[in-house]
């Protein structure tokens, strides 16, 4: 069962889950020498990453591998993924052993190839996502494929992700939200040995309901979060606040 803390608002949810995520990650730096981490982007991870960047982590041991992103948009638009995390982490902390963008102006087959083969040989000790408005997970839109072993997948964004994209400024229209991307399947990202789901905001609180409280399903495709033997889920008051089940557990 996903176990679910309950922040009053997204800047403590990210205080919370930006220090347990380094707790992890210390953790595994201790037993292993090294981390090796999945990094989301998207308004859900501000607060968490910002928390993230704040703490005492030996980076130099740090590998990051990149969630999603786009197809065919170049870094320089404000809504690449790998601008943000360049800007939002990498920026921010000292230099890391090892950072994996997904390059999405590449040819798309051959960069998920070349992702596949790398992250084949780095087991990963702790994802840092979100979820979608439409219930995403990565960039794997309703019905998610719960099915494919690749590490790296090509997907259609639907239209609820994209209006997401949109409505949360990142694009100057719709039509602008490109219509492909590159993510991380759902079975690469359940093979992570802890999960930090960061969702804030009301706009989240359906997704949130149908993902954490309704049975597993592709259609609420962070639902198979459920399955995962170490998730913790950080909400605020406003993203949890159809749940059936509050508090801490
Ligand atoms: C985004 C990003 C993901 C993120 C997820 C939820 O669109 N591509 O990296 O995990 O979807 O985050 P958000 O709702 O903040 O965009």
Redesign the pocket.
């Known amino acids: 069962m996903v176990k679910i803390r309950i922040a009053e608002d997204s800047s403590h949810l990210g205080k919370e889950a930006g220090s347990k995520a380094a707790e992890m990650i210390r953790h595994a730096i201790e037993k292993n020498g090294y981390a090796n981490i999945i990094l ?6 501000f607060e968490t990453l910002k928390q993230l960047v704040e703490e005492e982590i030996d980076w130099s041991k740090l590998t990051m591998f990149h ?2 992103e786009y197809i065919g948009l170049p870094e320089s638009s404000p809504a690449s ?1 790998r601008r943000y995390l360049k800007e939002r982490f990498i920026q921010k902390v000292s230099l890391l052993k090892k950072s994996h963008f997904i390059n999405g102006e590449a040819e798309p087959l051959k960069e998920c190839m070349r992702l596949n083969e790398i992250i084949r040989k780095s087991p990963i000790d702790v994802a840092l ?5 439409n219930g ?4 794997n839109d309703p019905p998610a494929d719960f099915e494919t072993e690749q590490p790296f997948i090509i997907v259609n964004l639907d239209e609820k ?1 994209r209006e ?2 949109y409505g ?1 400024g990142w694009f100057k229209s719709v039509d602008d939200v490109p219509g492909r ?1 590159i ?1 991380m399947s759902i079975r690469q990202i359940m093979k992570s040995g802890q999960i930090i789901c960061s969702v804030p905001e009301s706009r ?1 609180a359906e997704a949130v309901r149908d993902c954490l409280e309704k049975p597993v399903s592709n259609l609420f495709p962070a639902s198979i979060l459920q399955t995962h033997q170490n998730c913790i889920c950080f909400l605020d008051k406003s993203s949890s606040a159809l749940l059936a089940r509050k508090g801490a557990f």
């Open positions: 989301a982007t998207g308004s859900s991870q969630l999603d993924f996502v979100g979820i979608g408005e995403h997970l990565g960039f992700c997401q994209q949360e991307a993510t989240k």
